[in-house]
């Protein structure tokens, strides 16, 4: 018995040796591995909606786990092991993914590879466009679950092979905090308390996993908590201080978790408005007198809910004429404009176009155009960094002839603009009625609700409906916002669209952007105009018999309210007959410099009026913090892991200040094979590296002392002296090497990853003879 202690301390106080891992602590220590991969993955559920993925994800994990756990109880080289588990995700992807291309559902054809490229530019697509959460498609839930796969692989071999539970943890608060950074929302602390608690669980379940003596392990295992919660707090730290002072990035239908803000096509503009920094999305030209509303697209179904965008029958955008004409009784007047739109940062499906566009010319790529609503939607493209030009007829209809004509069904009109839900509050047609009891035509009538929106009694506001909890467009929120009297363009547009229902006109939703700032460019003498993120809008439009969709204007300070000359004004002009909502131009006394889609925004329909606003120096300075803790992650982790050996070492641990030094000189790039005996490996030190010899031998003499006597590695009589004279051989080894090599190791040591004694460790060097 005392020969074979003797034997397992002299394998641990070689170079390599760690120890080989228990049968049951192995179990445990795989059940900690999936428990903290689930940790990680569950912030994902609030980018793409939870499904069949979530489970397939877990299966996966399950399997793989398994499947080294079994290979490592028959002592298969690790490098085995990992082929194993890469085979189990191959056979699982297969089966469940592309089995129609595969032989015998499982083993991959080239026809399984020929499918993969479409499926991963498939999810990426999703993932540049999409709304979050996204809706889990086959092609984003093969990304997500193959990624949950092979980090599964990777952390197992980290965790259970190179006995790094602290480099695997760091790997897992990264992935976890990827969720986060694309769509910030607010800190879910229950959530990176659970993270914290499992990679708690997973260094202690590795620290059991080893097969070591007791007194040493009790030793050991002292120091692990201290380290663990270090590791969590960092994670903690990083998510909740670091992460809220990233510029936030738009996350929803049509907008990009790529670069570049996006088009909210849910009506939850709310986030977007309140985005710490104002982004350049657009710059704008038009031969018109008034800069024009550029739209996205329109919304028109309504469930109670939600409005949803309007599909339709799209066609190719060839021709000069794509969407086809404008169609107007003969006695209304229609004015031809060119507008120029350049695509400075924006990434969308949808191109902003001013309305009634009726071609469109330089878009590269696929796209299509929809005639229905005159919008224009990518096929297989994006609007970054885009140019065009489009041509737009616009109706110039006088006071008299709109007051004339009904608002009514036309054949541009679909049975879903004048639905209203079974359980539409009665606040919104009471309303209605009460406010345009005195009008006599259904261009009064909603001038008049314009009037009433406009008004004194209505205040613009993007923070009041988030603390009442309406921050939404649907029924109970339009009869909240009507009640308090609050909100900003969604709510009024709501309202206005459901009201004008309530009058049984034909109404609809628009997205897009607001004219924009003047800027000092000029081009062909047209002014340049600069259109900002927080400018993203919605307008209601109201359907005339002989006219076709007019927009107007009922947020209260923004923009300028709709309105046409009656016709004896006309004589002498030679343009704009109608002043109208999405035509509208800043006024010359409108302010500037204001806080985004603020109410005094009224210049040019703007919602921020920031046109030359300074930038915002605290979404960089949070970039900056970020980016140097997570430089600074392995530094601190090293400094964690080198105090518990020195606490080790100073209780007795000689095993401690040994691997102490064997970590400082893997660092530094010393080789610490497996095959050179402690003595040597000492000797070898301080011959060719200078380290000092009597310090050296002190910590040689006590792991010599220690390994092979019946005390085990613990002993008293070390003390502190291992502990100095090791902290003293470090010093000597970083004083060794080169200024760039001691950065280099300080910044990213390499003992982190490389265990003393392992293939990656390097080759004992041979002596000439």
């Known amino acids: 018995m005392s020969s074979l202690s003797a034997s397992a301390r002299g394998d641990r106080a070689g170079s390599g040796a760690t120890g080989r891992p228990r049968r049951g602590g192995e179990r445990l220590l795989a059940s900690a591995v999936l428990t903290a991969l689930m940790a990680a993955l569950l912030p994902v559920t609030r980018v793409v909606e939870s499904g069949a993925w979530l489970i397939g994800s877990l299966v996966l994990s399950v399997l793989v786990l398994a499947a080294g756990y079994q290979a490592r109880r028959f002592r298969l080289p690790a490098v085995a092991v990992t082929l194993i588990e890469a085979a189990i995700w191959i056979v699982f992807m297969t089966l469940v993914f592309l089995r129609d291309t595969a032989l015998l559902w499982v083993i991959p054809s080239l026809d399984t590879f020929r499918a993969v490229p479409p499926l991963v530019e498939g999810a990426m697509q999703e993932i540049t466009l999409g709304a979050a959460p996204l809706e889990p498609s086959t092609a984003l839930a093969f990304v997500v679950v193959g990624a949950m796969g092979l980090l599964t692989i990777v952390i197992d071999h980290v965790v259970v092979t190179a006995r ?389 204007e009922p947020t209260s300070g923004l923009g300028v309210p709709t309105s046409f000359s009656p016709a004896a004004t006309l004589p002498g002009q030679i343009d704009d007959p109608a002043t109208t909502s999405p035509l509208s131009t800043p006024t010359p006394s409108a302010p500037t410099g204001l806080d985004e889609e603020t109410p005094d925004a009224q210049g040019g329909g703007t919602a921020s009026g920031r046109g030359g606003t300074e930038a915002d120096p605290l979404p960089l300075f949070g970039v900056a913090v970020l980016i140097l803790v997570v430089l600074s992650l392995p530094l601190l982790v090293r400094e964690l892991r080198r105090r518990q050996l020195d606490t080790a070492a100073r209780r007795g641990d000689a095993a401690a200040a040994w691997q102490s030094v064997q970590d400082a000189a893997i660092d530094v790039g010393i080789p610490v094979p497996s095959s050179e005996s402690p003595r040597a490996f000492a000797q070898r030190l301080i011959t060719e590296h200078g380290v000092p010899a009597a310090e050296m031998n002190v910590v040689l003499i006590a792991i010599e002392r220690v390994s092979y006597s019946r005390a085990g590695t613990r002993s008293y009589w070390i003390g502190d002296t291992a502990a100095e004279a090791a902290a003293s051989v470090r010093v000597a080894l970083l004083a060794s090497v080169p200024p760039a090599r001691r950065i280099l190791a300080l910044l990213a040591p390499r003992s982190l990853v490389i265990r003393p004694g392992s293939v990656y460790a390097g080759n004992a060097p041979v002596k000439a003879q």
């Open 164 to 552: 790094m539970p602290l480099l695997a943890a760091v790997g897992i608060v990264a992935v976890s905090l990827i969720p986060a950074i694309a769509v910030p929302s607010e800190v879910d602390l229950i959530g990176f308390v659970f993270l914290a608690v499992t990679i708690l669980f997973l260094i202690r379940a590795e620290t059991r996993s080893r097969e070591k003596p007791v007194e040493q392990e009790a030793e050991r295992s002292a120091g692990v908590p201290a380290t663990a919660l270090g590791i969590a707090a960092i994670a903690i730290v990083v998510a909740v201080v670091a992460t809220p002072m990233l510029p936030q990035p738009v996350a929803r239908a049509g907008s990009g978790m790529g670069p570049g803000p996006g088009i909210d096509a849910t009506l939850q503009l709310g986030d977007d408005l309140r985005r710490p920094q104002e982004v350049e999305v657009l710059r704008v030209r038009t031969d018109s007198a008034t800069v024009p509303y550029l739209r996205a697209t329109t919304l028109s179904q309504f469930d109670g809910g939600t409005w949803e965008p309007d599909g339709g029958q799209s066609v190719a955008l060839e021709g000069e004429r794509a969407l086809g004409g404008v169609t107007v009784d003969p006695d209304i007047r229609v004015t031809e404009y060119l507008t120029s739109v350049d695509v400075v940062n924006l990434e969308s499906p949808w191109a902003p176009v001013p309305f009634p566009a009726v071609s469109v010319d330089g878009l590269d790529g696929a796209w299509a155009a929809v005639p229905y609503n005159r919008t224009i939607v990518a096929r297989a493209s994006s609007t970054q960094g885009q140019s065009y030009d489009v041509v737009s007829t616009v109706p110039r209809p006088t006071l008299e002839q709109i007051r004339a004509r009904a608002a009514g069904d036309g054949d541009q009109v679909r049975d879903e603009t004048t639905e209203l839900p079974p359980d539409t509050p009665p606040i919104i047609a009471e309303l209605a009625a009460q406010v345009t009891a005195e009008a006599t035509n259904d261009y009064d009538r909603l001038t008049a609700l314009q009037r009433w929106f406009r008004g004194s009694d209505f205040g613009y506001s993007l923070e009041a409906p988030v603390e009442e909890g309406f921050d939404g467009s649907g029924a109970e929120a339009v009869a909240q916002f009507l009640e308090q009297r609050e909100g900003y363009c969604i709510h009024f547009a709501s309202a206005f669209a459901l009201m004008a229902r309530t009058l049984n006109m034909p109404s609809r939703i628009v997205v897009g952007y607001l004219p924009g700032e003047p800027t000092t460019d000029a081009i062909d003498s047209q002014p340049v105009y600069s259109v900002g993120s927080s400018q993203l809008h919605a307008w209601p439009e109201v359907h005339f018999d002989g006219i076709g969709w007019v927009a107007f």
